[in-house]
């Protein structure tokens, strides 16, 4: 095969710069790629430069303990507060139990068979249900055909039933990550399955458990459709307490809804915003409070 | 209790005191199934509630499916009254649309950037900053599109183009509601393409945009897929940012294309209806639940559709 | 606790003639195990007497953990493993299908390879057992008798409360067998109870297994001969094999079974002779 000098000379072998144009394609792209990742977290800034700027005026003691009014220097969150408060409470009252119970069963017991997986089929494609259609189940079922009424018990087991599939998942996690041979030792000194689980297993994995169901409330805080459609009203003037659950009631979320959806300006704005302020600020402390548990978990083993 | 076999047989059968633990067990069976009665809850009242509507005379099912327009509170013997889901379909479909429009480039292009590209010190301030705004409640965010992102685009496109309430506000805060969705989920699938193939690439020569969107997306494509199809899930069943920031009328032309016009989710009817409270048996109450469990079924199958669509696409990786 | 007697605690250690004549726990005749369809034991019979050590020993892949794990059925934790043949334990059959495996394993309790306490107090490790078989006993007794008889006492007397994890890795290992001791069992399984530790810890443990042997039926495995050889009366060795008609898997084959001392300075078979001699394996 024989070829002239002249024909093999195309590149200088040695020249081990890259091309220019490849090396501005690669900019771009790089580029390209940090303006869609940039944008995402710029969203977020604006929006919360833009709450706390427009909401702290309108913060203050009297913002939290009053109630709402037609006037807005008058309007406070304090019945949404306290009905979320006891949203809250009823609603770990009640996916505690049913969601640990549920996640032992699943995680310990359950044998390994066809319904096993369709029982966890069915909890994992309740996630992808939209929350209004729990509002819709609550309406009908709670407020209807049980006769609770628009009531804080409807607005809760409502909640419950939707953050309960998170819950066990969360619970099931962190009862798989207590070691085999915690179990093994029970077992060999003559517990019963139910005994280990309920004695070393379930003590092991409660810091995680907790951290999970705090997690889980702390969305649930947040949840306006569920709430709104199974009856919960913005214009209340009146405390909410978890031990009169028959009661009307209100949530931080659904004032938030019904101010923005005010004409007034002031409404819309400012005192959307304080309102905001307020239920970032409980859905901060509640996060904080679970990834402090689950350090100190963490440095206990 | 000594073992010494001084006499007779040592009983190895159980004692009586597991009799309790059965119905221990059962109890905690009973929680597990919370989970299948909610399930069986959610479609027979959807069904049941919905079937109630067209019992009502003058209320027809073929209609709810073929009729252009949705105008359901007036009396249903009226000339007047309308009960084609269209528009709401169609509205739903436009703002899904947008946000889809919105939501994958800047969301794909985070996963790739962060799992390819960023720094570690970068990645560290980046992904929880996605965690959060994946955290911020719908409420919040229907606030930030009807009063920062409305006057946006108001004042870009001007007013007359643009009006308050319009599908272009609520898609993008849509849109950006999902974004950390499918970035993480593609993140994580990203990641866990095994290095070996990134290296074998790099190691041919590949630079490093050849080897992220050559080599590691299409490797990730069966959790890309996934990530989108589940951030377009959420999209449809958003019901917050719609029904602050896009109206409650649903168009009147259809196809409704226009992003710059007013619309009404099915979503957001839902919410409007429930407002009213509506008495039980009327149009507007059973209304309600047609248009949610039309809502379920189509989410439905979109979950089924993506676990198709996924376990195809890892068959063939 | 309450059972043993002072007098029958404070015998004294028996001669090799009055081991001789012990009695039978275990009759063992052709037990084979399988995980699935793949062979782990094939056809193994003998017997374990009251009272003394017998140890398992062969190269890895010989199944003798598998063997262990039947006598207390911990093999039934493991959904496709499946036990043929007979196990007797004092005339009655193990794996009968009214036998409750809860009971079995009150009775024989196990030692693991990686000392595993719970992660509690010193003090509730050793409760444990006692509270789920509601045993009526005063705990804090059986607290210290267990941790004297597992030879721990004098090193965590003062710290009962603390956490189980704040000992060393021989002193856990103890804590897990004055555990096992605390239900009063008959037997104690040990699965390599030393393979995790250090030299002093392992003598110190051995000693323990010596002591134990008085009141208690102690079976073993373990990998490492000089220490079956020190501490055992009865050795069985397994060997690992591959044949074609069990499906080319390698499962496990009892080769001898007898008295340690002759075992180790006369043995029968050849394959024997050479694990011992360290020919293989």
């Given at each position: 095969m024989a070829t002239t000098t002249q024909e093999r000379r195309v590149t200088p072998v040695h020249d081990l710069r890259s091309s220019r144009r490849r090396a501005v394609t690669e900019q771009m792209t790089r580029a390209v790629l940090l303006i869609a990742t940039a944008l995402s977290v710029i969203v977020l800034a604006t929006?919360?430069?833009?709450?706390?700027?427009?909401?702290?005026?309108?913060?203050?003691?009297?913002?939290?303990?009053?109630?709402?009014?037609?006037?807005?220097?008058?309007?406070?969150?304090?019945?949404?507060?306290?009905?979320?408060l006891s949203l809250m409470a009823l609603v770990a009252l009640m996916t505690f139990p049913i969601g640990v119970a549920g996640a032992m069963y699943l995680e310990e017991f359950a044998p390994d068979n066809r319904f096993t997986r369709?029982?966890?089929a069915n909890i994992n494609n309740l996630a992808g249900v939209p929350s209004v259609i729990y509002g819709l189940l609550g309406l009908s079922v709670f407020v209807y055909i049980l006769g609770f009424g628009r009531s804080l018990l409807s607005g809760a087991l409502t909640l419950t039933l939707l953050v309960l599939p998170v819950i066990i998942v969360a619970a099931r996690e962190a009862l798989r990550s207590v070691p085999r041979e915690i179990r093994d030792g029970g077992l060999a000194l003559g517990a019963t399955p139910l005994q280990v689980a309920a004695r070393q297993t379930l003590p092991a994995a409660m810091p995680g458990i907790l951290t999970g169901m705090i997690l889980s409330l702390s969305r649930a805080i947040g949840e306006t459709a569920p709430i709104l459609v199974a009856g919960a009203i913005a214009f209340r003037r009146a405390d909410n307490e978890p031990w009169y659950p028959l009661e009307a009631y209100t949530a931080v979320p659904i004032h938030i809804f019904d101010f923005v959806k005010r004409p007034q300006q002031e409404f819309q704005i400012e005192v959307a915003s304080a309102a905001i302020i307020v239920l970032l600020a409980l859905l901060l402390l509640m996060n904080s409070g679970a990834i402090v548990l689950r350090n100190r978990y963490s440095r206990n083993r | 209790?000594?073992?010494?076999?001084?006499?007779?047989?040592?009983?190895?059968?159980?004692?009586?005191?597991?009799?309790?633990?059965?119905?221990v067990l059962a109890v905690l069976w009973l929680c597990a199934a919370v989970s299948v009665f909610t399930t069986v809850g959610i479609v027979g009242v959807l069904f049941f509630e919905a079937f109630q509507l067209f019992r009502i005379p003058g209320v027809s099912i073929v209609e709810f499916f073929t009729d252009s327009a949705w105008r359901p509170f007036t009396d249903p013997s009226s000339d007047l009254f309308r009960i084609g889901v269209w528009p709401l379909l169609n509205s739903t479909l436009l703002i899904t649309a947008i946000a889809l429009l919105v939501a994958v480039p800047l969301g794909l292009g985070s996963a790739v950037y962060l799992s390819e590209y960023a720094s570690p010190r970068v990645r560290k301030t980046v992904k929880p900053a996605l965690e959060v705004l994946a955290g911020v409640p719908t409420v919040v965010l229907g606030f930030f599109a009807l009063t920062f992102m409305t006057p946006l685009l108001r004042s870009v496109f001007g007013t007359d183009v643009v009006p308050i309430f319009n599908a272009a506000s609520a898609g993008i805060v849509v849109g950006i509601l999902i974004?950390?969705?499918?970035?993480?989920?593609?993140?994580?699938?990203?990641?866990?393409?095994?290095?070996?193939?990134?290296?074998?690439?790099?190691g041919l020569g590949a630079s490093r945009r050849h080897v992220?969107?050559?080599?590691?997306?299409?490797?990730?494509?069966?959790?890309?897929?996934?990530?989108?199809?589940?951030?377009?899930?959420?999209?449809?069943?958003?019901?917050?940012?719609?029904s602050l920031a896009a109206g409650n009328l649903p168009p009147g032309d259809l196809p409704a294309l226009n992003p710059f016009q007013q619309v009404q989710t099915m979503t957001a009817y839902i919410v409007q209806a429930v407002g009213g409270e509506s008495p039980r048996g009327s149009v507007t109450f059973q209304s309600i639940f047609a248009v949610g469990a039309l809502l379920f079924v189509v989410t439905f199958a979109i979950n089924i559709v993506a676990q198709r669509i996924v376990r195809r696409f890892r068959e063939e990786y | 606790m309450n059972q043993r007697t002072s007098a029958q605690l404070s015998e004294a250690p028996a001669t090799g003639q009055e081991k001789a004549g012990r009695s039978v726990v275990f009759d063992v005749r052709d037990v084979s195990v399988h995980y699935g369809s793949a062979p782990a034991l094939v056809d193994v019979s003998l017997q374990i007497r009251r009272r003394e050590i017998t140890a398992f020993i062969g190269p890895s892949g010989c199944g003798k953990s598998t063997f262990i794990r039947c006598f207390n059925r911990t093999n039934d934790l493991i959904p496709s493993a499946r036990v043929t043949g007979t196990i007797e334990y004092h005339g009655q059959d193990l794996y009968a299908k009214d036998v409750d495996p809860v009971e079995v394993r009150r009775r024989i309790g196990m030692v693991f390879q990686k000392p595993n306490p719970f992660p509690k107090s010193i003090y509730d490790n050793i409760t444990f057992g006692p509270k789920v078989n509601g045993m009526k006993v005063d705990l804090d007794e059986v607290v210290e008798t267990s941790l004297k008889r597992a030879a721990l006492w004098d090193e965590v007397k003062n710290k009962l409360?603390?956490?189980a994890y704040s000992l060393s890795g021989g002193q856990q290992q103890r804590l897990c067998i004055a555990r096992a001791l605390a239900v009063d069992p008959e037997v104690i399984l040990m699965d390599e109870p030393c393979s995790a530790l250090d030299p002093i810890a392992t003598s110190k443990i051995e000693d323990l297994m010596r002591q134990l042997?008085?009141?208690?039926?102690?079976?073993?495995?373990?990998?490492?001969?000089?220490?079956?050889?020190?501490?055992?009366?009865?050795?069985?060795?397994?060997?690992a094999e591959v044949e074609s008609d069990h499906g080319d898997h390698r499962f496990g084959r009892l080769v001898e079974y007898g008295d340690t001392a002759t075992m180790f300075s006369n043995p029968t078979d050849r394959r024997t002779e050479d694990y011992i001699s360290g020919r293989f394996g």
């Open positions: 929006l919360l430069i833009d709450i706390l700027r427009d909401g702290a005026g309108r913060l203050s003691l009297d913002f939290l303990t009053s109630y709402v009014s037609r006037f807005p220097e008058e309007t406070g969150i304090r019945a949404g507060l306290t009905g979320t369709l029982l966890e | 209790m000594s073992a010494e076999p001084t006499s007779g047989r040592i009983s190895l059968t159980a004692r009586r005191k597991r009799y309790g633990e059965r119905t974004v950390p969705t499918i970035a993480s989920i593609s993140e994580d699938a990203m990641s866990a393409v095994p290095r070996a193939l990134r290296e074998g690439a790099y992220a969107l050559r080599v590691v997306f299409p490797a990730a494509l069966s959790g890309i897929v996934s990530a989108v199809i589940l951030g377009f899930g959420r999209a449809i069943g958003e019901t917050l940012i719609v | 409360k603390d956490s042997e008085d009141d208690y039926t102690i079976v073993i495995v373990t990998h490492n001969m000089q220490q079956a050889a020190r501490v055992s009366d009865r050795t069985a060795f397994f060997t």
